[in-house]
């Protein structure tokens, strides 16, 4: 087994410049080359691509996108020595990586990491490593002075258990977002909340981006950005074909893209404008007067549904014309809960469980903001008994 001796870091953001330091580090000879031409006091770096591929024995990828690593190595090909390895960390398509490996065939490592910054400076990387045998093995002592290897079947297999491990860190980023906003609303202060949430399933995520959840400035630099993982989580639903509600979360979080995945976590809920025709909805419902539901739907809105066995849709007039004026004799065990609300721009989505007596009904809103106010302009419902 022959170990690579020059290794080209080609895309030197914040893990590829990690990497490098940490492959410098380690005694190997690195170059290090990104488009914007950053230089670095740890490793040496050279402003031509095809000069920094010329002479290494293996060039490592660590750039943001399929894309990126397609241009690149279009770009630096004709400069690869015939025996030099093409090792890619980054996070692409599946499609894209088994492209990637059938355009450069043996010598090709797909190699997509789990972990951050810290984690590549600590050599503790978890790497997700498809490659034939020979190619591993040739690559696996600088894969394993970053971490620990786990082999995989095929490139396309590495880079969709890349994208399935993201997208279970974005539903954990997501929950402790979740948890935040209920502990605003019930007025919990929000140091006592974050030592808790220490203590539990969380633990880990809540310690490490405790600098960015307490309400102070940020202080230092992104490990991992909302503007990645949000790219991660929409590769996934791409590939999948499949409704991803983090791919959503993410890519309306209103946040820089370039702030670090702990800030998609201190988002406000959304406001209680938005909130106001469902809660003029509920009190419709809970006194039994129509003039709620006035207040809550546009006037053009209908409501549909199935109705002992038939599709029903009634204008607002006909809606309202169901309700008396008194709330229902069972009404202190009835309950109804506000479960989703998702705003984009001027429009909004919502759905609500409604538990009246024996009946267990599902609703869902569409509302659209007009005129500075917020209103439903559709209501459709499922009824379970």
């Given at each position: 087994?022959?170990?690579?001796?020059?290794?080209?870091?080609?895309?030197?953001?914040?893990?590829?410049?990690?990497?490098?330091?940490?492959?410098?580090?380690?005694?190997?000879?690195?170059?290090?080359?990104?488009?914007?031409?950053?230089?670095?006091?740890?490793?040496?770096?050279?402003?031509?691509?095809?000069?920094?591929?010329?002479?290494?024995?293996?060039?490592?990828?660590?750039?943001?996108?399929?894309?990126?690593?397609?241009?690149?190595?279009?770009?630096?090909?004709?400069?690869?020595?015939?025996?030099?390895?093409?090792?890619?960390?980054?996070?692409?398509?599946?499609?894209?990586?088994?492209?990637?490996?059938?355009?450069?065939?043996?010598?090709?490592?797909?190699?997509?990491?789990?972990?951050?910054?810290?984690?590549?400076?600590?050599?503790?990387?978890?790497?997700?490593?498809?490659?034939?045998?020979?190619?591993?093995?040739?690559?696996?002592?600088?894969?394993?002075?970053?971490?620990?290897?786990?082999?995989?079947?095929?490139?396309?297999?590495?880079?969709?258990?890349?994208?399935?491990?993201?997208?279970?860190?974005?539903?954990?980023?997501?929950?402790?977002?979740?948890?935040?906003?209920?502990?605003?609303?019930?007025?919990?202060?929000?140091?006592?909340?974050?030592?808790?949430?220490?203590?539990?399933?969380?633990?880990?995520?809540?310690?490490?981006?405790?600098?960015?959840?307490?309400?102070?400035?940020?202080?230092?630099?992104?490990?991992?950005?909302?503007?990645?993982?949000?790219?991660?989580?929409?590769?996934?639903?791409?590939?999948?074909?499949?409704?991803?509600?983090?791919?959503?979360?993410?890519?309306?979080?209103?946040?820089?893209?370039?702030?670090?995945?702990?800030?998609?976590?201190?988002?406000?809920?959304?406001?209680?404008?938005?909130?106001?025709?469902?809660?003029?909805?509920?009190?419709?419902?809970?006194?039994?007067?129509?003039?709620?539901?006035?207040?809550?739907?546009?006037?053009?809105?209908?409501?549909?549904?199935?109705?002992?066995?038939?599709?029903?849709?009634?204008?607002?007039?006909?809606?309202?014309?169901?309700?008396?004026?008194?709330?229902?004799?069972?009404?202190?065990?009835?309950?109804?809960?506000?479960?989703?609300?998702?705003?984009?721009?001027?429009?909004?989505?919502?759905?609500?469980?409604?538990?009246?007596g024996a009946d267990t009904f599902t609703d869902i809103f569409l509302l659209i903001r007009a005129?500075?106010?917020?209103?439903?302009?559709?209501?459709?419902?499922?009824?379970?008994?």
């Amino acid at each position: 087994m022959t170990t690579p001796h020059t290794i080209a870091v080609l895309g030197l953001g914040r893990m590829g410049r990690a990497i490098a330091t940490r492959l410098t580090a380690q005694s190997r000879d690195v170059v290090g080359w990104t488009r914007s031409r950053l230089t670095s006091g740890a490793f040496k770096t050279i402003g031509d691509p095809h000069e920094a591929v010329a002479g290494a024995d293996l060039v490592l990828l660590a750039l943001f996108d399929g894309p990126a690593c397609q241009q690149v190595l279009d770009d630096v090909r004709d400069s690869l020595r015939p025996d030099t390895m093409v090792l890619n960390t980054s996070t692409i398509a599946p499609a894209e990586a088994t492209n990637l490996a059938r355009q450069f065939g043996p010598s090709y490592v797909h190699a997509p990491v789990l972990g951050s910054v810290p984690a590549a400076t600590a050599g503790t990387l978890q790497i997700l490593a498809a490659a034939d045998q020979d190619a591993l093995d040739r690559a696996r002592p600088v894969l394993e002075s970053l971490g620990t290897v786990r082999r995989v079947d095929d490139a396309s297999t590495a880079a969709a258990l890349k994208l399935i491990a993201n997208n279970s860190l974005a539903g954990a980023v997501l929950a402790l977002r979740d948890s935040l906003r209920q502990a605003d609303s019930l007025g919990v202060p929000r140091t006592s909340v974050l030592d808790v949430l220490e203590l539990g399933q969380l633990g880990g995520l809540v310690a490490r981006k405790r600098p960015f959840l307490d309400g102070k400035p940020p202080v230092g630099t992104a490990d991992f950005t909302i503007g990645a993982l949000a790219k991660d989580m929409a590769l996934l639903a791409d590939a999948s074909n499949t409704p991803l509600r983090s791919a959503a979360g993410l890519a309306d979080t209103p946040a820089a893209p370039e702030s670090d995945i702990a800030m998609a976590a201190t988002v406000p809920a959304v406001s209680d404008a938005v909130l106001d025709p469902l809660r003029a909805y509920i009190r419709g419902h809970a006194t039994g007067e129509p003039t709620h539901f006035r207040d809550a739907f546009l006037p053009t809105a209908h409501i549909e549904g199935i109705r002992g066995g038939a599709f029903v849709s009634w204008p607002l007039d006909e809606y309202c014309a169901l309700f008396h004026g008194q709330p229902a004799p069972d009404e202190p065990t009835r309950s109804r809960r506000i479960d989703t609300v998702d705003v984009h721009g001027a429009i909004a989505t919502a759905t609500m469980t409604l538990q009246h007596g024996a009946d267990t009904f599902t609703d869902i809103f569409l509302l659209i903001r007009a005129d500075g106010s917020w209103r439903i302009a559709n209501k459709a419902y499922h009824r379970h008994s």
